[in-house]
């Protein structure tokens, strides 16, 4: 005979601790299954301890401009990757406490074991089989590895790997160059190895718009060298890997695959549900609900192949833990879409994609970084911002970027593609001086220069007071 519970979370990641969360305010009647660690993926081996690498690296980097500033002394500062390495272990040690200690603060209602569906109310783990009103799936991703590269061994290193390293080799090549391979190429490429990128497709960073891509290849190349366009190969060679691509062969001690993520859904009984799997194998989801068309599963965070970002993950997790534990399933308005690099210049891509706007409709801002005040007297000037809005309205749509301080320049848009605002009303808020935010400005103007209102003033006129005497 079957155990049976109201909700059943499989995966304790970030998406499977946000439902828990939300399950948790309407019942004590659910179970937590895990297989591996419990620890989220950013804080075990994703966005915090690379950007504990990067920072490292920055710092490294910074000697090269201590001239420039009048400075003297650089040629005694020096890289101990060992240090370096011991130091993100240790942040990352503790980011995980939390998210560690779960298992034992649920006690019996935290299961270690691969669970398994049944079908869409039933799953199998430890040899138990367990039934559920709502599942919600929330069991992660893990780094793409093609499977002929196994022949490499331990030279092969993902981001599951990489900060465990004691040390590291003194030539190695990335392998896919979207948000992680980039961080982890120039921090790599600043702390003093030889670094080469390659990736198979000439896009960086995810970002669609040609002008940026074109910038942010321009700066990283000052760095370190790239190859894109051509699929890559490896072979053995003396001393090394070699690693062919567009322009020639780099040889390596070791290899970082950075080709992205893929679902943890192998052998997780989807095909049980009854539902038409895609070509990928997964079923279709409602992403205002997060559940799987017509059924009472959810499926949440990397788990559903879509975008693995932590902001993301959260989200769908609140939402499947908000939706397994209600009466009926709710529709919720997701945010508008942000992705941050944190390369340098810094890369943002902020709401609609420049791919996915027609060209007819919009009117495109542009502010290269290169004169920029505030970036020049810091010596990081560089970049290019774009920004696109409708030409009708003025209401802004989308960005795309790669310059200084883009994750926070990102996050204002963010607010202001949410808020609906216009050009001409994201002109009215104050720009102090100088700062980095005025390059934003520059773009605005830009853009204003090609909406209706063209030579408006930036300030908004007053209201009429309502006293004739002041009117």
């Known amino acids: 005979m079957s155990e049976h519970v109201d909700v059943i979370i499989i995966g304790s990641g970030t998406a499977g601790l946000s439902a828990l969360r939300e399950v948790r305010k309407k019942t004590d009647d659910f179970l937590l299954i895990n297989d591996g660690s419990w620890g989220t993926t950013c804080a075990a081996v994703g966005c915090m301890p690379s950007k504990a690498l990067v920072e490292a690296a920055n710092a490294f980097h910074r000697r090269l401009d201590f001239e ?15 240090a370096v390495l011991a130091r993100v272990r240790r942040l990352r040690d503790d980011f995980v406490k939390g998210p560690e200690k779960v298992r034992g603060n649920l006690g019996p209602r935290a299961i270690v074991g691969r669970a ?13 089989e ?32 990489l900060f465990e390293q004691r040390d590291l080799p003194r030539r190695i090549a990335v392998v896919g160059l979207g948000a992680i391979g980039i961080e982890m190429a120039q921090a790599l490429s600043r702390l003093g190895l030889e ?8 896009a960086l960073a995810g970002l669609t718009d040609p002008e940026v891509t074109g910038a942010l290849q321009t700066a990283l190349e000052r760095e370190f060298s790239l190859q894109l366009g051509a699929a890559v190969d490896l072979t053995e060679a003396e001393g090394g890997i070699a690693v062919s ?7 390596a001690d070791a290899i970082l695959a950075a080709m992205g993520r893929r679902a943890n859904v192998d052998d997780l009984g989807l095909e049980t549900l009854g539902v038409e799997l895609d070509d990928r194998g997964m079923p279709p989801v409602d992403p205002t609900t997060m559940q799987i068309v017509g059924l009472p599963v959810y499926l949440a965070g990397d788990a559903n192949g879509d975008l693995a970002l932590l902001h993301e993950a959260a989200d769908e997790g609140h939402i499947a833990g908000q939706n397994s534990a209600a009466e009926h399933p709710v529709h ?7 992705t941050i690099v944190l390369s340098s210049p810094g890369v943002a891509r902020v709401g609609a994609r420049l791919v996915d706007l027609n060209p007819g409709s ?14 020049r007297i810091v010596k990081r000037n560089v970049g290019l911002m774009r920004l696109y809005a409708d ?81």
């Open 68 to 82: 420039a500033f009048g400075l003297s002394g650089a040629e005694a500062v020096v890289a101990d990757i060992p």
């Open 116 to 128: 398994r569906l049944l079908g869409p109310d039933r799953v199998a783990v430890e040899g138990r």
């Open 130 to 161: 367990i039934a559920a009103r709502r599942i919600v799936l929330a069991t992660g991703s893990r780094p793409v590895v093609p499977t002929n590269w196994a022949r490499f061994g331990n030279r092969i290193l993902t981001t599951d790997t």
């Open 195 to 202: 670094v080469t990128g390659f990736d198979a497709v000439k």
């Open 245 to 251: 691509g567009m322009g020639g062969s780099f040889t």
């Open 332 to 338: 919720y308005c997701r945010r508008t879409q942000l």
């Open 362 to 375: 919009i009117a495109i801002g542009r502010a290269d970084f290169a004169r920029q005040g505030r970036a």
């Open 391 to 471: 030409k009708e309205t003025g209401w802004l749509k989308g960005a795309e970027m790669c310059v200084p301080a883009a994750e926070h320049i990102a996050h204002l848009l963010a607010l202001a593609i949410e808020r609906g605002l216009t050009v001409h009303e994201m002109l009215a808020m104050p720009f102090y001086h100088p700062v980095l935010e005025e390059g934003l400005r520059s773009a605005l103007r830009d853009l204003a220069r090609q909406l209706p209102q063209r030579g408006a003033s930036d300030l908004s006129q007053c209201p009429a007071s309502g006293f004739e005497a002041l009117d």
